[in-house]
């Protein structure tokens, strides 16, 4: 009985002694227990202006991610064909309007060509960049050369080309070039052996070549973005000018067919002039002495034949 006695007094204080320690290891949960408890209204409040406070930094952020603008690498070019009394005054004008913008001639280019009647009138080709905010008010310029605008403006071409992922990723690719050949330089610098330090030399000449490529690539991206490329096309009033018989300006199929007909007619007239003026002596040339050559053995093989026979006639005897 005291050995029962004594077992169960020893099961009650161990007992007691984990439920102490229980409540000395967790007091702030029963704390805060009773925090909650006596005020979950404040609590609640609590939470809701927590919340309120991360939708309004959200919103807040959203709203600066919005105002930075994207900066777009857009590659503006024209092409425009005009009509103008004198092509060459033109043209200059485009170079004067093109350097005093401070943009630059490409190309350009002043000839001669040719109606379908034959007529022959100037003409120039330009080509110039210009900085691509003031695109727009050069081709104003260059239209206000024309006389109607209606008529003596031929084509007009506006595109533009969006590269700035292109650009982007470039600008991504040299970065994380010119870090390798950072790490790259430190390696070679504590290197020791030749071996190591060759074919770590080897790979930052590589790596270095690449990083050129790029940069080219993104200054490409740069200027052509920075200037706008516009390609003139000019030509004489004559170029365009109707055909006309006499008071008439035929329209449509008839001027078509009659245009055809003159043509036609041209082309004969042409091949006739040819004929006369180049064929016939060249074919003289070259044909008048090769008869002359065959006319000479001919006669002298006959005056043979002639001179046998008389000879044969004087050698026969009389009867």
Not at 69 to 78: F, G, H, P, S
Not at 91 to 119: C, H, Q, R, W
Request: proline residues 3%.
């Amino acid at each position: 009985m005291k050995k029962q006695a004594l077992i169960l007094l020893a099961l009650f204080a161990v007992l007691l002694s984990s439920c102490a320690s229980a409540k000395m290891a967790s007091p702030e949960i029963g704390f805060t227990e009773g925090i909650m408890a006596e005020a979950p209204s404040a609590a609640y409040d609590s939470g809701m202006e927590q919340e309120m406070a991360v939708e309004e930094s959200h919103s807040n952020f959203t709203s600066n991610v919005d105002q930075v603008a994207v900066q777009r690498i857009v590659i503006k070019n024209a092409n425009l064909s005009i009509v103008v009394n004198n092509p060459a005054e033109a043209m200059d004008y485009i170079v004067t309007m093109a350097e005093d913008l401070g943009g630059f001639v490409v190309n350009s280019y002043l000839y001669k060509s040719y109606t379908e009647n034959g007529l022959e009138v100037p003409a120039a080709d330009i080509t110039i960049r210009v900085p691509a905010e003031s695109l727009t008010s050069s081709l104003d310029k260059i239209k206000s050369l024309v006389e109607d605008g209606d008529k003596d403006i031929l084509n007009e071409t506006v595109t533009g080309e969006d590269v700035t992922r292109e650009y982007t990723d470039l600008k991504s690719r040299l970065r994380n070039l010119e870090n390798a050949a950072d790490q790259l330089e430190k390696i070679m610098d504590e290197a020791y052996k030749t071996d190591e330090v060759l074919n770590v030399y080897n790979r930052l000449v590589q790596v270095q070549e690449e990083i050129e490529v790029l940069k080219g690539q993104i200054t490409y991206y740069d200027e052509a973005s920075r200037l706008s490329a516009i390609t003139v096309k000019i030509q004489a009033q004559e170029a365009i000018r109707p055909l006309t018989i006499g008071k008439w300006q035929p329209q449509g199929i008839a001027r078509d067919a009659l245009q055809a007909l003159i043509n036609a007619l041209k082309s004969i007239t042409s091949a006739l002039i040819w004929i006369v003026i180049f064929i016939i002596p060249v074919l003289a040339i070259i044909f008048v002495p090769i008869w002359l050559v065959i006319r000479f053995f001919i006669r002298r093989r006959k005056k043979r034949k002639a001179q046998k026979a008389d000879q044969e006639e004087s050698t026969e005897p009389e009867e």
